[in-house]
């Protein structure tokens, strides 16, 4: 497992982040949602909240908390407490230590990231904070809690929610270790848990906010900062690349990162229960057009606002989430017996999913997670429509794309044919990494017929062969290659099911024999027939996928190897993906 973590936490720096959004587009989402919450309130009660959390403006009319803003040190806004929140400190007690010293690693993040936006980038780059902080690549290489658990239906991603989590909480001691449990979660129980604790501390501060003013103001702090904390997993909720993953440390090196990427560029249909329909981004793209003016039929239709119908889905939650706060502090000032939010959820755990989902009103805009039973998630199962159950199936080619984008362990088992006098016979390992250029699309059915998609990137490799001559005296040499070179897929969609994929290595490297060391540069070309054959080796366990490609050659490819000091040598290889 240790080796794993090296190796995750190198191509984490390496290749990019894993996280949800930029810091950047948390913090805008973060100051937009607290400025439309601050409106929101009657004016006893704004007033009340800011003088309770010694909230200040800036002259740009911004506001940030005087608590954690001491002489020296950056101004902390809402914002920037989501932007921070997970990605850079594990949980919220540490996050408000480094706030409060001026010469904290935190106070230079914010500073770094700040320099970055001001050129209108969204974050700082990653290289660069994991310079500053370590470990930000080792968060970014296990930040299971930033994801939903896919295949996973709404109530299932809330089996772990625990109303004792959530009490323990309360105890500064105990912080850490249920923040390192609720980590190997996912975004929506981490939001959900520390929400209910943020209501909590919310309902407790009002009650006290009659008795003792001073112990009031810093129970509603603490309401804030958590609740800043689980809106930064309510944000990562809207992500694209983080509704499609598989969350582990081992799916990290494979593939995570690159399906993240893929669908947070990509985008992914998703719906919600309140019956919306919408095509979601990730990471990079938050507020952006994505060609909105295609859909206007004329010049004078087309519109910009301030922030586009995906981006204000976000920040209306994020303003819910927060509105909720206001509401507890209310309940428990009101000088009236009331039931703690905290009692009124079922003890029973079996009944607590469908409690919190119907109770928590930000997660009525989440995206619903794919495959959920949508029928209980509705008060009306029949307002449930055929599209937006079709929104919520499965993602129709995400396995394919996961075998495109991902990284891959191939083997190939290679020989002579049997028409070529110098061949090259002997088992071969690869390595294939990321793309460097690729080109997906959907036809105007949503499907995949008629189109051609390519995919080139990086493959490292290594063969143990034996150079062989027919009909000579001495017919077996050993030789050792090690390769690197460019991969490429080219997929061309007969049917919205089935394709001709055709694939492509172009290596050099050196040869080994005992003799010499010499370059050597080996083009090779296959076909894969398991798409035209209906087999979805994509779709398969390994433990199905392996043996059957070792009973039914599924991908063949045929190539030589050049090399300046001997005749070319051919082969063919029937090549078994291990791991996809």
């Known amino acids: 497992m240790k080796g794993l973590f090296i190796i995750a936490i ?39 909240l800011l003088h309770y959390l010694d909230i200040r403006s800036d002259e740009k009319g911004r506001y940030y908390f005087g608590a954690f803003s001491g002489p020296g040190q950056s101004s902390i806004s809402y914002g920037i407490l989501n932007g921070l929140s997970g990605d850079h400190e594990r949980n919220p007690l540490l996050l408000e230590e480094q706030l409060h010293y001026q010469h904290s690693v935190m106070e230079q993040i914010i500073r770094l990231h700040d320099q970055y936006i001001e050129m209108g980038y969204t974050a700082a780059p990653d290289a ?136 947070s560029a990509n985008g992914a249909t998703v719906v919600n229960r309140k019956g919306e329909i919408w095509h979601a981004y990730g990471d990079g793209q938050f507020n952006n057009p994505h060609h909105s003016w295609q859909k206007d039929t004329t010049l004078k239709d087309i519109r910009y606002a301030t922030f586009t119908p995906e981006a204000e889905r976000i920040i209306h939650a994020v303003t819910l989430s927060l509105q909720d706060l206001s509401e507890a502090f209310q309940r428990g000032a009101a000088g009236t017996a009331f039931t703690p939010f905290l009692d009124r ?23 619903i997670p794919y495959r959920s039973d949508m029928n209980p998630l509705f008060d009306h199962p029949g307002t449930i429509t055929a599209a937006m159950r079709q929104a919520n199936a499965p993602l129709r080619y995400r396995d394919f794309v996961r075998s495109r984008v991902g990284n891959s362990f191939v083997i190939g088992l290679t020989s002579g044919p049997a028409f070529i006098g110098h061949y090259i016979q002997g088992p071969e390992i690869r390595i294939n990494a990321g793309n460097f250029l690729k080109h997906f699309d959907y036809n105007s059915d949503g499907g995949k017929k008629g189109l051609m998609d390519y995919w080139l990137g990086y493959t490292v490799s290594g063969s143990f062969a034996s150079l062989k001559d027919r009909n000579a005296e001495k017919s077996t040499t050993t030789a050792q290659q090690v390769r690197a070179g460019i991969k490429g897929n080219f997929d061309y969609w007969v049917s919205n099911k089935r394709f001709i994929g055709l694939y492509t290595y172009v290596e050099a490297g050196a040869q080994f024999t ?67």
């Open 128 to 263: 660069k904070l994991s310079k500053l902080d370590f470990s930000y690549a080792l968060k970014a290489a296990v930040n299971l809690s930033h994801f939903y658990e896919y295949r996973k239906g709404f109530p299932e991603q809330l089996r772990h929610f625990s109303k004792a989590s959530v009490r323990l909480c309360e105890k500064p001691a105990l912080v850490d270790s249920i923040f390192k449990k609720l980590g190997r979660t996912n975004a929506i129980n981490m939001y959900v848990t520390l929400h209910v604790l943020a209501i909590d501390l919310a309902e407790q501060s009002g009650f006290l906010s009659r008795q003792n003013e001073a112990a009031s103001r810093q129970l509603l702090l603490y309401a804030m900062l958590f609740n800043a904390f689980a809106d930064h997993f309510l944000e990562d909720a809207f992500s694209a690349g983080h509704l499609v993953v598989n969350r582990t440390v081992f799916e990290s090196i494979t593939n995570n990162k690159s399906l993240h990427d893929f669908y």
């Open 514 to 580: 005992s003799s010499r060391t010499t370059f050597v540069f080996v083009p090779s070309l296959g076909i894969q027939l398991s798409s035209l054959l209906n087999i979805n080796v994509e779709n398969m366990k390994s433990w199905a996928r392996i043996p059957l490609q070792f009973i039914l050659p599924l991908k063949l490819r045929y190539g030589v190897v050049v090399s300046g000091h001997e005749v070319p040598r051919y082969f063919t290889s029937a090549d078994i993906d291990i791991l996809l």
């Open 345 to 367: 959820i079922p003890d029973n755990r079996a009944d607590q999913p469908l409690y919190l989902i119907r109770h928590i009103p930000s997660l009525t805009w989440v995206p």
């Open 10 to 48: 190198t191509l984490t720096i390496f290749t990019g982040r894993s996280f949800a959004y930029n810091y950047g587009e948390h913090k805008l989402i973060g100051d937009a949602a607290f400025l439309r919450f601050l409106r929101s309130l009657p004016e006893n009660n704004k007033a009340q």
